[in-house]
C-alpha cells in the first residue's frame, strides 16, 4: 500500500487516509450563473495531471493537502491547508 | 460433436481468414471516425454499418482491440438496475446479447447463470425491494428470495458469512449471465470489417480539430484525418479527450481492480454480490473464480493493483466460503474507470456539434456494449439521441436531473 | 526401482527420516527434504500428471517452483504443485483433472481430437443451435478446471506480519547474498528472502561436476547466518512489488508484508524449455532441473540421456549428469560452433549444429530423433537418426524472473548479445543483480550482486560487468508436420497455435496471448511468454523489442486466498450501557459500526408493541450515546453552523435547540440532527449514528476553508445519551434532578446535576410529543440509566429499541434520511420548505435549491393510511403508480399499535400530494392497494 506523509503523523498508510476530492475554488454563488453554478457542483477537471487535493488522516481527524500527479500517482508534497 | 470443430480438421483453408482488416494508411477522410477499439467503439461500427449503411468509417484504437474496460472487466450482464431508464436501457442490451453469438457468429460464451445481489441489513433489503419491483414494472425478471432459495441455488455458501453479516435474503435476476470479453470485441471488430469499417491498432488520437464549434477531423499518431463526425467510446480515457475538445464533464477516472483464481471444477454456478461485503464472484467456463470488489477510493490514470484490494476481497470471500482459503490467486488487475456522480453513463452530443460521447461507463459498461453500439450508431447517424439514452445525456446534471443509479451500480456487476 | 544416488554432497534429503506416501492409491517411500516430484521421480516414477487439454502423460519440467506438469489433490487442498511441496507422512495425492485415474486417464482420448481443437476453437463452434449452447458448455466447464474443490476444506488462520528494513534483497543465489552482505556490513537493516527451503540457489545445484561452489556457499551461508543486521528468510517467495516498495513475502504459515526503503532483486532467471515435436513426454526436462534433482534430492535423473544444447550451461549440466553416473549418450548443440573441449575429454558424442526434431516414446522418453539444421528451424532431414535415451535434458535459454521490476516500471530492453531482456531503466528504488540483468557465472553474480547494494546504498560503485554472451539460443524452436511441440505446457499450445493465430489477426502480443491463452495458466508464462514473443517476432518480421512484450501482473507465484485475508477481525462498537441491554434481553442490531438494541425480547412484534404502548401511555427509554455528538466553540461557532446547516443559529437564543439539515452542494439532504445553544460561544450538535463521522469530517474541512475562529470537539464517543419519552417522563425525570423541566418545553436544553451525574438535558420530540434527552458523560451515563430504571418502575417504563424507536417516528410523522431519501432526494421533495433560512446570505446547498426551486418539484414525500390493508403489507420500497407509471415508492410503513392503523410515508406525485389524495400502492404480490394521503404527525389525526 501507498504511503502518504500527514503534516502530523509523518508517513502513513494509504488506509489511513480519506480522500476528498480536488481543492477547487466556488463561484460566488451570489452572481454566478445557473449553468456556472451546475458546472462547479458537478463538472470536474478530469484529465490527468498535478492536482491539489483534500485527505483526511482518519484516526488523527487531520485535513491535508496533498498536491498529487493523478497520472503517476506520484505525491510531491503534503502540507496543512494555510501552510503553503 | 459440432460441424464447426470437424471444419477444422477436414478444411484445408483451415486457419480461417483473418477478423480484421488492418489497412496500412488512414484514409484522408471518413464519414465517421470512432475513437477506441473496444467493445463499445466496435459495436457502434458495426451497427452504424449494419443498421444505417455507414461503412466509411474508421475505428481507432491507441493499443490493441478490447485492451481496455472490455478486457478488463468481471463480465457480468444484466438489467436489474433502479430507475426506469436504466431497467429500459439494460434490459435492451441483454436482449441483443441473448443472441449476439449467433448474430456475430461467433461464440461468445453467453451464459446465463442466474445473479443474486446478496442482502446483509434491512437496509440493502429494502434496496433490493426498490429495484425489484421496478423491474417487475418494466418487464425485467427480477424478484427478492429469502435464504432458503439463496441457499439452495449456492450450498457452499456460509449463509452467515462466518457469523458477521448473515445473509437476510437477496434480489434474484433470472437473465444475469457472463460473457466471454475479448470475444465480444473481436466479433464486433469482425462483422464491422467484414462490412468495410477500418480498424488501426497503435493509432493514438492526439487532437480534435474543432472549427466554429463543430468538429472538423481527428489528429492522430499517423496524420490527420477529415470527418465530420466523431465518436470518442473510451472509458478510462474520456477526460483526455474532453480536455482536447475544450469541455469538462463530471467524469473522473477511478481505478476498479478485479483478480482471478487458479481453475478448479465448476462449483459455482450462479454470480453472487454482496455489496455490504463489497464482493462479486462468478467462476468462468475455464473454471477460475473471477472477483472483483468497489472501485479504487480515489482519483488515478492508472491500471497498477494494489495489496490491499487483493486482501481485503480475499477476507470477504472466505467470509462467504471459508473453504477456499487454500485455493490460490493467479492474477490481479485494473483498469480505468470513467466514474459519473450518479452512476449512470453520459451518452449523446456533446457542446461541440459532430462529436458524441459513449462514456460514464464506471462498472456497468461491458453490459451495456450491444446497445450502446447501437444506440450511438443510431445517435451518430441521425443526430439525435436514441430515446433509450434520453437519461444519460450530459445536460442532465447542468439541468439537475441525475439518473440516480448509485444504489444498483456501486459494487453491483 | 530406486534411482537415489549415494549421500551428494549439500543435499536437502534426510536420509535417517524415510516418509511414506500415496500417490493414485499406490504406497511410496521418499525422504524428509523431498518434495512430492523428487520422491516420485526418485521412485522411478515417469508420469506424474496429465496436460490440461489434451490430457497427455507428464512428467518433471522445471522443478523450479512454477513446475505445473505435477498438480496434485488431497481431498481437501487441490493443485498443490508437485516441486513445491514438502513431502509429509501419510500424504494421500492424487494427480489433478483425469477421469479415472492418472494411468488410464479416459481424458486422454482428446488427444485425438487435437486437431478438431485448434487455438481459440471453441470461439467457432458450440453456438449453433443456441439451444444446445448449454449442453456443449457444461461439457467444457467439466472439462477445463484443474482440482475438485472440498466445501469441507477448513478455513485455517494463516499468519499476517509487518516488516520494515532498509534494503530487501529477494533471492539468495550469489548474487542476492552478496547484496545482503555487502548491505549488511554498511551497518542497514536487510531482509534477505528466498523461494526455497534452502538459499544458495545455483551455488546449490550447479556444479558441472565439482562440488566447489558449496565451499562458497557454506561461507556465504555462515556469514549471513551470523550477521545481526540479516533477517533471513527462506521458504517465503515475493509475490509482487506494490507502490513504495511494499512487498509481500509468502511463507508457508502466512504473510509477512515488507515495507523497504530499496529493494534489490536478485530473482535469477528461469531455464526455458525447447520446443520440439514430443517436447513434454515425460524424460524431457531442463538442464536445470536434472541438476536439481542430482543435488538437492540426489535422484539419478535418467539412466541414458541426450542432453540439448543451445547454450554453454548445457556442458555444465553434461559434467553433473556423468558425475551422478547418467550415461550421456549425445550431447545434441544448436549451435554449428561450440567449445566442446571438456566434454569431448569424457568422451561423450558431440552433435554441433543439430537439433532434436522430437522425443519418441508413449508414456516416457525412449530416444529423440536428431538431426542437423540450419539453427533458424530448419531441419535437415536427410541426416535424421534416431537415439535410444530415456531423458532429454534441455539448456537453451533463460527468462529473467523480471515481475517484479516490471511492476515496479522498470524498463526492459531486449538484450541482443544475451537474447534476453535486461533491465534498461530501473523505477526508483529498485536494483537489480545477477541473472536479472543477463550475467551469468558465479564471479560475476558475486560481483553484480555487490554492485547493486552499494547502489542502492547511494555508494560509488564499479562499473557492471558485462553479459555474458550468448545465454540464451535466438531460435530453440523446431516445427514439425506431426506438431505436439509445445510452447505452453500449462495450456497445451502448440506452434501452430501460434501461427493460426497470427494469420487470423491475432498478431499483438496481448491479443495472441488472450486468443491463445499462452501464459494465462498457473504458472503465469514463466516457461512460455519468451518463446511466443521469438514466435511473434519471426511471424511479423520484426524484431523482439517490437514486438514488446505482456505486461507481468502480481503475483509472482499464486498466493492462497488464506493468506491474503489473514485473520479476519469485525470490530464493533458498544454503547456504556450495552452490558444491561444484553442482560435484560436485548436482541442487538448492527447500525453501521454500531451494536444497538432493536427491540427488548425475541418476539419482535409483541416486544415493539409493548414497548411503543409504554412509551404512549407511561414512559419508555432508549439508548441514543450513538448519536454524532459534537461541540463547537468560538466567537464565530455560530457563523460555522450557519453556513453548515440550512437553518439560523447566530440568533439562536441560549437554552434552546433548533432543528439542523445539512445537504451537499447539489442540495441533496445529507444528514439532520439538532444544534442546542449552552452558552454564547458554545453549541452542543448532533448528527445520526450512520452519519457521525461524515459529519463531523465535514463541519472541520469546512471549518478550515472558511477560516472561521471556531472550534469543533468531538464527544461522540466521549458522551453517552438516552431519551425518556411518554407522558410519565416529566414526572419521573423531575426526581432525579432540580432543572426546572417545565421551562424545556418546545425544544430548550438545560445543563445540571441528574442523579447525581453532571448532564445536559434537552427537550426533543422525535419519537413522542414529551421526551428528554439526556445526555452524560460516557462514563457516568449509564448511572443515569440506572436511576432511572428503578425510579421508573412504578409508572411502567420500558426501555425500547431502533425498531419501536422507527414506528414510534413514524407516528410523530418523522422521516429519516437514509430510509425516507435517497441520495438525489432535495428537501423540496421531502417538505422542508420550512428549515430552508434563505434570507441567509449562504448555507451549504442553497445556490443549487434555488435553483432547482425554479424547476417544478415531481414527487413529494407525504404521509398516508391504507385503505383497506392486506394481509401481508406492502414491503417499503414498494413502487407507487399513477396512471401505470412508476412516480414514487413508499419508503416506510407500519401497523400502528396506537392509532390501529396502516400508517407510512411515500414519495407520490406532486399533483397527488393534497391530504385526502388517493394514491396506488403496488403490492410486491402484483396486487393494487390503495392510499389516502394525510396530514402527519399521524397521532392525534382522526383516521
Not at chain 2, 460473457?179 to 488520437?205: K, L, P, Y
Not at chain 3, 499406490?26 to 496436460?51: F, I, N
Not at chain 3, 488427444?111 to 439451444?131: N, Q, S, V
Not at chain 3, 500449462?490 to 491463452?517: G, H, P, V, W, Y
Amino acid at each position: 500500500m501507498k504511503l502518504l506523509t500527514c503534516p502530523i503523523n509523518g508517513p502513513r498508510p494509504l488506509e489511513e487516509f480519506a480522500y476528498g476530492g480536488e481543492i477547487r475554488e466556488m463561484p460566488d454563488p451570489q452572481t454566478c450563473s445557473d449553468s456556472a453554478w451546475a458546472d462547479y457542483v458537478f463538472h470536474r477537471d478530469g484529465a490527468p495531471g498535478p492536482k491539489r487535493e483534500w485527505w483526511y488522516h482518519v484516526p488523527s481527524g487531520t485535513w491535508l493537502v496533498a498536491e498529487r500527479d493523478t497520472a503517476s500517482d506520484v505525491v510531491s508534497r503534503t502540507y496543512l491547508l494555510g501552510e503553503a | 460433436m459440432p460441424y464447426q470443430l470437424l471444419k477444422f480438421a477436414l478444411s484445408k483453408k483451415h486457419p480461417e481468414p483473418a477478423f480484421f482488416r488492418q489497412p496500412a494508411e488512414l484514409k484522408p477522410s471518413y464519414d465517421a471516425v470512432i475513437i477506441g477499439g473496444g467493445g463499445h467503439g466496435l459495436a457502434a461500427a458495426y451497427y452504424l454499418a449494419k443498421e444505417h449503411g455507414l461503412t466509411n468509417v474508421a475505428v481507432l484504437e491507441r493499443g490493441y482491440l478490447g485492451g481496455g474496460n472490455t478486457g478488463r472487466n468481471t463480465t457480468i450482464i444484466r438489467s436489474n438496475y433502479l430507475t426506469p431508464e436504466g431497467v429500459a436501457f439494460y434490459d435492451a442490451s441483454v436482449k441483443l446479447w441473448e443472441n449476439l453469438s449467433q448474430e456475430l457468429d461467433l461464440n461468445l460464451f453467453y451464459s446465463t447463470r442466474g445473479h443474486f445481489t446478496l442482502a446483509h441489513t434491512e437496509s440493502a433489503m429494502r434496496t433490493m425491494r426498490w429495484r425489484a419491483e421496478v423491474n417487475k414494472q418494466m418487464g425485467v425478471e427480477s424478484e427478492v428470495v429469502g435464504p432458503d432459495v439463496i441457499q439452495a441455488a449456492v450450498p457452499e455458501l456460509d449463509m452467515s458469512c462466518s457469523g458477521h453479516a448473515p445473509i437476510l435474503g437477496a434480489l434474484y435476476h433470472k437473465p444475469g449471465s457472463v460473457a466471454r470479453h475479448d470475444a465480444v470485441a473481436w466479433g464486433f471488430g469482425r462483422a464491422a470489417s467484414e462490412m468495410g469499417v477500418e480498424i488501426f491498432q497503435n493509432t493514438e488520437v492526439t487532437g480534435l480539430d474543432i472549427r466554429n464549434g463543430r468538429i472538423a477531423g481527428v489528429h492522430t499518431s499517423r496524420g490527420t484525418i477529415k470527418t465530420g463526425k466523431v465518436l470518442s467510446a473510451v472509458a478510462g480515457y474520456t477526460p483526455r479527450i474532453t480536455k482536447m475538445a475544450g469541455f469538462d464533464t463530471p467524469i473522473v477516472i477511478h481505478p476498479l481492480q478485479a483478480c482471478v483464481t487458479e481453475p478448479m471444477k465448476p462449483w459455482l454456478n450462479t454470480i453472487l454480490v454482496s455489496g455490504s461485503l463489497h464482493v462479486y464472484v462468478s467462476q468462468s467456463s475455464r473454471g477460475e473464480l473471477v472477483m472483483g470488489a468497489s472501485l479504487d477510493p480515489y482519483e488515478v490514470h492508472a491500471t497498477r493493483s494494489t495489496l490491499d484490494f487483493v486482501e481485503g476481497l480475499s477476507s470477504h470471500i472466505l467470509d462467504m466460503f471459508p473453504f477456499l482459503a487454500g485455493i490460490k490467486v493467479v492474477r490481479q488487475w485494473a483498469g480505468m474507470a470513467d466514474m459519473t456522480p450518479d452512476f449512470a453513463p453520459v451518452m449523446g452530443k456533446t457542446p461541440v456539434e459532430g462529436l458524441y460521447l459513449d462514456a460514464g461507463w464506471g462498472t456497468w459498461g461491458f453490459k451495456a456494449t450491444p446497445i450502446s453500439g447501437k444506440t450511438m450508431a443510431h445517435t451518430l447517424a441521425t443526430d439525435k439521441p436514441h430515446e433509450l439514452i434520453h437519461g444519460f445525456r450530459l445536460d442532465r446534471f447542468r439541468d439537475f436531473e441525475l439518473t440516480g443509479e448509485k444504489g444498483a451500480a456501486s459494487v453491483g456487476h | 526401482m530406486t534411482l537415489r544416488l549415494p549421500p551428494q554432497p549439500g543435499e536437502w534429503i534426510d536420509r535417517a527420516t524415510p516418509v511414506n506416501f500415496t500417490f493414485e492409491g499406490q504406497a511410496y517411500t521418499g525422504y524428509a527434504g523431498d518434495s512430492v516430484t523428487s520422491a516420485l521421480w526418485g521412485a522411478g516414477e515417469r508420469v506424474l500428471g496429465r496436460s490440461f487439454k489434451y490430457h497427455r502423460p507428464r512428467g518433471l519440467m522445471s522443478l523450479a517452483n512454477h513446475d505445473i506438469n505435477v498438480m496434485l489433490e488431497d481431498g481437501t487442498a487441490i493443485n498443490m504443485r508437485g516441486d513445491v511441496l514438502p513431502l509429509a507422512r501419510g500424504m494421500e495425492l492424487r494427480a489433478v483433472n483425469t477421469l479415472g485415474g492418472l494411468k488410464g486417464d479416459k481424458y486422454a482420448v482428446l488427444e485425438w481430437m487435437a486437431p478438431l481443437l485448434p487455438a481459440g476453437f471453441y470461439y467457432k463452434a458450440f453456438h449453433k443451435p443456441k439451444a444446445l449452447f448449454p449442453f456443449w458448455e457444461n461439457v467444457i466447464r467439466r472439462m477445463a478446471g484443474l482440482g475438485v474443490m472440498n466445501p469441507q476444506a477448513p478455513r485455517g488462520e494463516a499468519i499476517k506480519q509487518h516488516r520494515h528494513c532498509d534494503v530487501l534483497v529477494i533471492g539468495a543465489g550469489p548474487a542476492g547474498l552478496s547484496a545482503a552482505l555487502t548491505a549488511a556490513k554498511k551497518g542497514v537493516r536487510v531482509i534477505l528472502a528466498d523461494e526455497n527451503a534452502r538459499i544458495g540457489g545455483t551455488l546449490g545445484y550447479d556444479h558441472a561436476g565439482q562440488p566447489t561452489a558449496l565451499e562458497t556457499l557454506a561461507r556465504l551461508q555462515s556469514e549471513v547466518a551470523s550477521h545481526p543486521n540479516i533477517e533471513l528468510l527462506p521458504a517465503h517467495y515475493a509475490a509482487g512489488w506494490y507502490t513504495d516498495h511494499l512487498v509481500p513475502l509468502v511463507g508457508p504459515s502466512g504473510m509477512i508484508k515488507v515495507r523497504a526503503g530499496k529493494v534489490v532483486v536478485a530473482m535469477g532467471a528461469f531455464e526455458q524449455p525447447a520446443v520440439f515435436r514430443n517436447n513434454d513426454l515425460p524424460g524431457v526436462m531442463l538442464g536445470s532441473a536434472s541438476q536439481r534433482l542430482i543435488h538437492r534430492y540426489a535422484v539419478k535423473p535418467f539412466q541414458r540421456a541426450v542432453v540439448l544444447a543451445g547454450n554453454d550451461q548445457a556442458q555444465r549440466v553434461v559434467m553433473d549428469l556423468h558425475q551422478a553416473g547418467v550415461e550421456v549418450v549425445a550431447y545434441v548443440d544448436l549451435r554449428p560452433d561450440a567449445d566442446c573441449t571438456v566434454i569431448r575429454q569424457l568422451g561423450i558424442p558431440i552433435y554441433l549444429g543439430n537439433c532434436v526434431q522430437e522425443a519418441l516414446g508413449k508414456h516416457a522418453v525412449e530416444g529423440v530423433r536428431i538431426s542437423r539444421w540450419d539453427g533458424q528451424g530448419h531441419p535437415d532431414p536427410d541426416t535424421s537418426m534416431t537415439i535410444a535415451c530415456d531423458g532429454v535434458a534441455v539448456s537453451v535459454g533463460w527468462a529473467p524472473a523480471a515481475a517484479l521490476l516490471y511492476q515496479s516500471g522498470c524498463k526492459m530492453r531486449f538484450d541482443d548479445a544475451a537474447q534476453q531482456f535486461v533491465p534498461e531503466r530501473l523505477a526508483p528504488g529498485m536494483f537489480a543483480a545477477g541473472r536479472v540483468n543477463g550475467i551469468y557465472g558465479l564471479e560475476a553474480a558475486l560481483e553484480d550482486g555487490e554492485r547493486a547494494a552499494r547502489e542502492a546504498l547511494g555508494l560509488a560503485t564499479g562499473v557492471a560487468r558485462a553479459a555474458e554472451t550468448g545465454s540464451s539460443h535466438p531460435w530453440p524452436i523446431v516445427p514439425h508436420t506431426a506438431n505436439k511441440n509445445f510452447l505452453d505446457f500449462d495450456e497445451d499450445l502448440q506452434l501452430k497455435d501460434f501461427e493460426t493465430a497470427a494469420q487470423e489477426s491475432f498478431d499483438n502480443i496481448e491479443l495472441m496471448k488472450r486468443f491463445t491463452t499462452v501464459g494465462m495458466g498457473p504458472s503465469q508464462g514463466k516457461h512460455s511468454n519468451m518463446n511466443a514473443i521469438r514466435v511473434l517476432a519471426r511471424l511479423r518480421g520484426e524484431p523482439i523489442p517490437k514486438v514488446g512484450s505482456t505486461t507481468a501482473r502480481p503475483f509472482f507465484h499464486p498466493v492462497p486466498l488464506g493468506h491474503l485475508a489473514g485473520r479476519t477481525f469485525h470490530p464493533e462498537r458498544r454503547t456504556p450501557m450495552h452490558d444491561w441491554h444484553a442482560a435484560h434481553g436485548a436482541t442487538f442490531a448492527t447500525v453501521g459500526v454500531w451494536q444497538r438494541p432493536a427491540y427488548y425480547g425475541t418476539d419482535k412484534a409483541k416486544a415493539v408493541e409493548a414497548e411503543v404502548k409504554a412509551v404512549r401511555h407511561a414512559v419508555g427509554m432508549i439508548d441514543v450515546s450513538t448519536l454524532g455528538k459534537f461541540e463547537v466553540h468560538g466567537p464565530q461557532a455560530g457563523e460555522l453552523l450557519e453556513r453548515f446547516y440550512t437553518g439560523h443559529f447566530v440568533n439562536q437564543r441560549v437554552g434552546t435547540t433548533r432543528y439542523a439539515l445539512l445537504l451537499d452542494e447539489a442540495g441533496v439532504m445529507l444528514d439532520d440532527g439538532i444544534v442546542a445553544r449552552l452558552s454564547n460561544d458554545c453549541y452542543y450538535v448532533t448528527a445520526s449514528t450512520s452519519n457521525a463521522a461524515t459529519v463531523y469530517r465535514e463541519m472541520t474541512r469546512r471549518l478550515q476553508t472558511w477560516g472561521l475562529e471556531a472550534t469543533i470537539v468531538n464527544l461522540t464517543g466521549s458522551y453517552g445519551g438516552l431519551n425518556l419519552a411518554g407522558p410519565h417522563s416529566q414526572s419521573l425525570l423531575k426526581l432525579l434532578t432540580d432543572l426546572d423541566l417545565a421551562a424545556l418545553a418546545n425544544g430548550g436544553v438545560a445543563e445540571g446535576m441528574v442523579a447525581g451525574v453532571q448532564a445536559r438535558v434537552i427537550n426533543v420530540r422525535f419519537v413522542a410529543e414529551l421526551a428528554y434527552e439526556i445526555h452524560a458523560p460516557a462514563q457516568d451515563i449509564a448511572r443515569i440509566w440506572l436511576a432511572l430504571e428503578e425510579a421508573g418502575r412504578s409508572v411502567g417504563l420500558k426501555p425500547f429499541g431502533t425498531d419501536t424507536q422507527r414506528l414510534l417516528r413514524l407516528e410523530m410523522g418523522h422521516f429519516i434520511i437514509g430510509q425516507d431519501t435517497d441520495g438525489l432526494t432535495n428537501p423540496l421533495e421531502a417538505g422542508l420548505q420550512w428549515v430552508l433560512a434563505n434570507d441567509k446570505p449562504f448555507y451549504l446547498g442553497q445556490r443549487s435549491l434555488k435553483l432547482l426551486a425554479e424547476k417544478p418539484v415531481s414527487k413529494r414525500l407525504v404521509g398516508f393510511m391504507l385503505e383497506a390493508p392486506p394481509a401481508t403489507l406492502p414491503d417499503e420500497c414498494c413502487l407507487v403508480l399513477r396512471a401505470g407509471k412508476i412516480v414514487g415508492r413508499l419508503t416506510s410503513i407500519a401497523q400502528s399499535p396506537t392509532l390501529g392503523q396502516v400508517i407510512g410515508l411515500a414519495y407520490v406525485a406532486s399533483e397527488d400530494a393534497a391530504p385526502g389524495s388517493r394514491i396506488t400502492i403496488r403490492h410486491q404480490n402484483g396486487r393494487d392497494v390503495v392510499a389516502t394521503v394525510v396530514p402527519t404527525p399521524f397521532i392525534g389525526v382522526a383516521p
